[in-house]
């Protein structure tokens, strides 16, 4: 176990729908970082978060969006699904954002139908 | 942006033999490489990292070498056990730049150790 809460575990849904997925860090954790992976594109980084700001962004589509809390858990918001978003998505923390290992949540499987 | 290329993609051993992985990464910048383990539907979990002023790190049957200026790492287990059976993934990152920690992964290694 790794310290690191998410939720739900599966989420199956319609296409054009909005869903919300949870994280909640590592106590003393202040970075939280949302990883998507999917089968024929790996590990992807979405975006990262620093006590509550965002920091860094990666292949994250616009549909998406995130945000981290004052008690420092994030959602990561998905909307107008579509069938090609149907993936694995991971939280991770880590200490101070920078330099630390990172710690992977047990991940929400999202099932778009 | 960093681009990290990692072989085999698969590989299959006995019980008991050596495995060796294989990373190279784009970005002369990045300075933090871990490995994570995954099994099948579950988290990733990290079994070992090296940080560039470093060459080399072992924890018991797993271990970890970097060249700088090849830009390439490798993971090697010893010993190799059926529960090692698993899909092992590189990253490298650039913790002190614009990347901020995040981590570009490799494809993926599935490694099977037959008994």
């Known amino acids: 176990d790794s310290g690191v809460t998410q939720t739900p575990k599966h989420l199956i849904t319609a296409t054009g729908q909005r869903v919300t997925l949870r994280c909640s860090p590592r106590?003393?954790?202040?970075?939280v970082y949302w990883y998507q992976q999917s089968l024929d594109q790996g590990l992807q980084f979405l975006i990262q978060y620093y006590n509550g700001e965002e920091r860094a962004k990666g292949n994250i589509l616009e549909r998406f969006s995130a945000q981290q809390f004052p008690d420092l858990h994030s959602e990561l918001n998905l909307s107008s699904l579509e069938l090609g978003d149907s993936a694995l998505y991971f939280c991770a923390s880590s200490a101070e954002g920078s330099h630390d290992e990172q710690f992977f949540g047990p991940g929400t499987r999202l099932t778009v139908l | 942006g960093e681009n990290v290329e990692q072989h085999p993609s698969t590989l299959s051993v006995q019980e008991g033999d050596s495995a060796v992985i294989k990373c190279t990464y784009s970005d002369s910048a990045s300075n933090y490489f871990p490995w994570y383990k995954q099994e099948l539907g579950k988290r990733p979990q990290l079994i070992i990292d090296i940080r560039s002023n470093v060459g080399e790190k072992k924890d018991q049957r797993i271990a970890v070498t970097l060249n700088k200026t090849a830009k390439h790492f490798s993971l090697h287990i010893t010993e190799t056990q059926p529960e090692d059976s698993a899909v092992y993934f590189c990253?490298?990152?650039?913790?002190?730049?614009?990347?901020?920690?995040?981590?570009?992964f490799g494809q993926g290694t599935i490694l099977t150790v037959h008994p």
């Open positions: 990253a490298a990152s650039d913790p002190g730049g614009t990347s901020y920690g995040k981590l570009t």
């Open positions: 106590s003393g954790d202040l970075s």
